[in-house]
């Protein structure tokens, strides 16, 4: 019932930017907190940022400065605007969302997007 569809990801040069988009869509009762986590093969997948339905935010210390997660609640949508992005950036970022669904409102399960490659290269 529920889906998360990205997009924005791409092949950028060294000092680029990007913007990724998660619009989440179905039977949604209420969604709380979103996030944007990243994995590269052989790693382990980390948290890059993550926003609560009033806006607060947190970041992994290696993109503060750098990037910016923000929602839009009327368009059930998280975005991550990267900016001065570096080869360490080089991931499958993948969306996230905590989320209550119309036939199951007692608690929210987690959902996944299908994962956005974003490559970093010159």
């Known amino acids: 019932q529920v889906q998360l569809v990205e997009s924005g990801g791409g092949l950028v040069q060294p000092g680029g930017s990007l913007r990724l988009s998660c619009a989440v869509s179905?039977?949604?009762?209420?969604?709380?907190?979103m996030a944007w986590y990243r994995q590269d093969p052989g790693k382990e997948r980390e948290l890059v940022a993550g926003?609560?339905?009033?806006?607060?935010?947190n970041y992994a210390d290696s993109v503060k400065g750098r990037f910016t997660i923000s929602r839009d609640n009327a368009k059930n949508t998280v975005y991550l605007q990267m900016n001065s992005l570096k080869p360490e950036d080089t991931a499958v970022y993948y969306c996230?969302?905590?989320?209550?669904?119309?036939?199951?409102?007692?608690?929210?399960?987690?959902?996944w997007g299908q994962g956005t490659q974003v490559t970093v290269s010159s």
């Open positions: 996230n969302a905590i989320i209550r669904t119309m036939s199951k409102i007692e608690y929210g399960d987690m959902y």
């Open positions: 926003i609560t339905p009033g806006g607060s935010t």
């Open positions: 179905g039977s949604i009762f209420s969604i709380n907190t």
